[in-house]
C-alpha cells in the first residue's frame, strides 16, 4: 500500500445532498474540496458515509432500515468526483457521537439505555444498513459501493469506544463480503479499552490525535509518543496504522506557527516509522465555509499561493505530500 498525507472532509455526504437538491449556493462544493485537495498532493480523503439523523432533510437512513434518495446522492456525487480528481476516500459508516445521529439515534430507535456494542438487535440492524449502503449501485457510475476503485476503505464507526472487539468480529466478514477490495477499519481514537484486539480484526489500525481536547500538557511531545507507540503496537500486530485526525485549535492557546511547527513534528515521526500507512488531518474546508465552522478548520483560498497565513497549512500539507510520496 502507498503511503499518503490526507485530510478529512466530513461534510461530503450533507453538501453534496443539498447540491443535488439544488439548495442555492451549494453547487460545486463537493468539487472545490477534492479539487484543492488532488491540487496539494492529498490522494486520500476521508468523510462521512452516515447521516442518521430523522430530523435532517438529507439523512442517508431517516428510520430504520430505510434508506433516501436524497442522503444516497451525497455519497454518490463524492464518489464520482473523487475519481475525477484522483482521489481515494475512506468513508465512515457510522458515528459514536450525536452528530448526524449517531450510536445515540440507534438507541432511540431500539428503545435502548446502553450497551449498543453488545446489543444484538442494534447490532444486526447496523450490519444490514451497512450491506445496504455497500451494495447500492451510483447512478452516476453504474458502479456498487463496496467495488468503486474511488474508495480505499471502510471505517465500522467513526471514534468507537469502550469495548469493541466482539462487535467489530460480527461486522467485518460483512463488510469484507460486500466490498472485498476495499480496506476495513474501526475507526477508532486508540483510547478503546481493548485497542489491540480490535486492531487485530481489520486491515488497519486506527488512532486520532487532539492533545488540546484530552488536557495533555504538552502537544508536541505527547502527540510524538502517541503515534510511536501505538504504531509499534500495530507493528506488533502486523498491521499498519493510520492517523485518521489529528488537529490543534486556531482558538487557544497556540500561535499558528507554533501550532504548525508541531504539526511537523507529528508528521516526521509518523513518516519515519515503516508502520504508519497515512495520516489525516481534521480538517479541510471550502471557501464559503465561514471561518468560525469548526475550530481546526485549515484551507485553500481560491487566487492564493499556499503558504498565504490565511490558508494556515495548505502548504505544509503540499509539502508533506510530496515528502510521503
Not at 30 to 41: M, P, S
Not at 100 to 109: F, I, S
Not at 145 to 165: F, K, S, T, Y
Not at 170 to 180: S, T
Amino acid at each position: 500500500m502507498k503511503r499518503f498525507i490526507g485530510t478529512n472532509c466530513y461534510f461530503l455526504q450533507e453538501e453534496g445532498a443539498r447540491e443535488c437538491l439544488g439548495w442555492t449556493g451549494y453547487d460545486g462544493r463537493v468539487d472545490e474540496a477534492l479539487r484543492k485537495c488532488a491540487g496539494l498532493g492529498l490522494t486520500v480523503v476521508r468523510a462521512w458515509a452516515f447521516n442518521d439523523d430523522p430530523d435532517n432533510p438529507v439523512a442517508i437512513q431517516p428510520a430504520p432500515g430505510q434508506l433516501s434518495e436524497a442522503g444516497l446522492a451525497g455519497i454518490d456525487l463524492a464518489l464520482e468526483r473523487a475519481a475525477a480528481h484522483g482521489v481515494q476516500l475512506i468513508l465512515s459508516l457510522g458515528n459514536f457521537w450525536e452528530d448526524y445521529g449517531g450510536v445515540p439515534q440507534y438507541l432511540r430507535w431500539h428503545n435502548a439505555r446502553g450497551g449498543f456494542f453488545g446489543n444484538s438487535k442494534i447490532i444486526e440492524h447496523y450490519g444490514d444498513h451497512i450491506e445496504a449502503l455497500l451494495s447500492r449501485v451510483n447512478p452516476r457510475t453504474g458502479i456498487a459501493w463496496g467495488h468503486d476503485p474511488a474508495v480505499l476503505g471502510w471505517e465500522l464507526m467513526n471514534e468507537p469506544r469502550g469495548r469493541i472487539a466482539g462487535w467489530v468480529e460480527q461486522l467485518v466478514p460483512r463488510v469484507r463480503a460486500a466490498a472485498p477490495d476495499h480496506l476495513v477499519l474501526t475507526g477508532g481514537e486508540g483510547q478503546e479499552d481493548d485497542w489491540d484486539e480490535s486492531s487485530a480484526l481489520v486491515d488497519v489500525a486506527s488512532i486520532h490525535l487532539y492533545p488540546e481536547e484530552w488536557g495533555w500538557p504538552d502537544a508536541a511531545d505527547a502527540g510524538v509518543r502517541w503515534i510511536r507507540s501505538h504504531a509499534d503496537r500495530a507493528a506488533a500486530l502486523n498491521k499498519p496504522l493510520l492517523l485518521g485526525e489529528f488537529g490543534l485549535s486556531n482558538r487557544r492557546g497556540l500561535k499558528l506557527p507554533e501550532r504548525r511547527r508541531i504539526y511537523r513534528r507529528w508528521l516526521a515521526a509518523a513518516r519515519a516509522h515503516p508502520a504508519v500507512l497515512g495520516a489525516c488531518s481534521w480538517s479541510f474546508s471550502t471557501d464559503d465555509r465561514p471561518d468560525a465552522w469548526d475550530e481546526f478548520t485549515w484551507t485553500w483560498r481560491d487566487g492564493t499561493d499556499p503558504s498565504a497565513a490565511s490558508n494556515r497549512y495548505a502548504d505544509l500539507h503540499r509539502d508533506e505530500a510530496a515528502r510521503w510520496a
